[in-house]
């Protein structure tokens, strides 16, 4: 008798080991569209963003007097800046209207809106309208990540929730790899070559075509909006509203500040994003100049070894993004992340100080994006679980996009602390630090895993 339930317990586990091998076998045609549709958004974003960083020089050697050139860092700086103040803007944007319109009406917005911008883009003709528009283009990309989260969240089970974000998450990287790739051939093509890479951000435009036929809204968003109508019907009315329906009558980013409960949350992810956010543009963006640099003085090519070490970097961080959202799903969203906030603070010591030898540099520069860069997944992961309906995107968006109107002071002191803590190495490691605040922070929150959405 007391070996039958051992017995059961064994074929229980063995069983729910089997359907947990099986989790991709239980998805709809419905819910993989979904998750191509948001993996392509954000794959484009990825590809818009980091072609900006490739070309940027050569588009201020055309836009800007010959007198200028040796201010071209500071002018790259200033408009690197202002594209990720554009991406602020228009991700908080973005996320209350996704709230308002619905996930897919805002999907088809977003990749239209950074399609057309970044097309007009490749026509600029002085480098106040280059900056204008990366703006625009800016904008348009920051409200497309918390909509295609939202919708991943809403739409696939809750068992493989965290599998869907990381998958989602990881077209950030993939877009980054492919425009390594474009410019590899496009560069070649002459002085007017990056007008040419801004052309081909036109293309994202029939993605629209694919999502308005294959994609439907999300059917809790579309539960919320019908229950907001009616409340909002009633007060207009001036009925009597109770407490859920005041919360659901109020603007969605004011309703984020309103509930005690929902604005300690928000104190405590928004420090989370910000140790992510800032360690991302305050390290990674200059891996591949420091490994340029080590290569240099070895007398070997620097272009060359910096774009090995770019394609290395997106590499690990493609691994980490898939991985962490496994991770998760499989031993809780809270000890992951701590994890991955940990290794990246004690990686970042390891690859800028421990070795000058370059290929031991390409190792760990794919290990240390792993976990740097990989730990963004916790945010697709793990903030749609904790936001009702009414506010989920609006509040994605907040805490995606907020500590932007912070890091993007990154790129405009760069050089400067550079130079004053001599070299690459201390710079990074200064930054590194904010890591600790996302490690206090993160055992904050409650752990989510299995459970459903809050309604």
Known sequence: MTNLPTHRSANTATLDARNDAAWYRTLSRVQWNTLVASNLGWLFDGFETYALILTVGPALRQLLEPSRYPEIPAYAGTIIAINLLGWGIGGMVGGVLADYLGRRRMMLIAVLAYSLTTGLSAFSFNWP?????????????????????????????DRARGKGAGLMQCGLGIGFFIASLVWLFVNPLGPGSWRYMYMLGVLPALLTLWIRRSIPESRLWEETDARRRAVRSRQHRGEALGAPEQALARFTLFDLFTDRTVRSQTVIVFLMSLSTTVGFWGISTWVPPFVGGIAAASGLAPEQWASYAGMTYTFGSVAGYVSLGFLADAYGRKPVTIVFFVLALILTPVLFFWTRDLSTLLVLACVNAFFSNGQYTWMPAWLPELY???????????????????????????GTMIVQFGGYGQAAMALALVYLVGIAATPFLPETLGKPLPA
């Open 388 to 414: 009702p309906t009414r506010m989920r995107a609006t509040a994605l968006a907040f805490v995606f996009n907020g500590p932007r109107f912070i890091a993007f002071l990154g790129p405009l002191l760069a």
């Open 129 to 157: 309208s280059f900056a204008i528009l990366r703006f625009l283009v800016g904008v348009a990309i920051g409200s497309e990540w918390a909509t295609g989260s939202s919708m991943v969240a809403e739409l696939w089970p």
